[in-house]
């Protein structure tokens, strides 16, 4: 069966500070991948989604940054993370090709907050 | 308008009660409805999937899909405490990449 991770849980950065969260999805290959953010009140973001390998499709543009270095490993990135980055971070993924799904299936999640 | 409504409630309903919940849409394109169950502080779960209109049936859960009336409805029959979380509709079309989300219903159940 499918599992996907997201570490870490839970993480506090001040103001300026990089970001990297990393999630990883196992007993599937050739996976759609997506990064969400969801912030009180105001339901989930699409922030990226990837297709493939170094594949990357930005969906609002801010000071955040995606990438795909492995076929089931997606990564969030920031070079200076402000106040309103603050919030539950979700990635996702979905079947592609032969397997091809239109569902997606959650991580666990990252609760960020930014003081 | 927005593409996707859904009431943020809270909804409240005593236990074994039958529960709706309800989205509209904008987009006639849509095809493809999901239902998405979220404890607080963890990831959505998907509960069901239907395809077009019509109803599908899953133990205690039902979806409803209305195209023509771009009209969504999750129900819940014999509701109980651990069904409290809060309720996430999902849609996309033939052919979208991605999935175009309501904003949630929070549902509490009481003993």
């Known amino acids: 069966s499918q599992t996907i991770h997201q570490w870490p849980a839970t993480l506090v950065q001040p103001v300026g500070s990089p970001l990297s969260l990393e999630c990883t999805v196992e007993g599937t290959s050739n996976p759609n991948l997506y990064w969400y953010r969801q912030a009180a009140g105001r339901g989930l973001q699409l922030l990226f989604y990837?297709?493939?390998?170094?594949?990357i499709s930005s969906e609002v543009p801010q000071n955040l940054s995606a990438s795909r270095p492995q076929d089931r490993q997606f990564i969030l990135s920031s070079k200076k993370l402000l106040l309103s980055d603050s919030g539950f971070y979700l990635c996702?993924?979905?079947?592609?090709?032969?397997?091809?799904?239109?569902?997606?299936?959650f991580g666990p999640g990252t609760r960020l907050t930014v003081t | 308008q927005k593409e996707v409504e859904q009431d943020p409630g809270p909804l409240s309903v005593p236990e074994g009660a039958i529960v709706s919940l309800n989205c509209t849409y904008s987009?006639?394109?849509?095809?493809?409805f999901m239902w998405y169950r979220q404890y607080s502080r963890k990831g959505p779960e998907l509960l069901m999937y239907t395809y077009s209109s019509g109803n599908k049936e899953d133990g205690r859960f039902t979806a409803q899909v209305d195209k023509s009336s771009k009209y969504i409805s999750l129900f819940i029959r014999d509701s109980q405490p651990s069904d409290s979380a809060t309720y996430l509709c999902a849609m996309r079309g033939s052919g979208y990449s991605t999935l175009t989300f309501g904003k949630g219903t929070m549902l509490l159940v009481s003993p």
């Open positions: 990837s297709v493939g390998i170094g594949q």
């Open positions: 996702a993924w979905s079947a592609r090709g032969r397997m091809s799904s239109y569902e997606q299936y």
């Open positions: 987009n006639s394109a849509f095809q493809y």
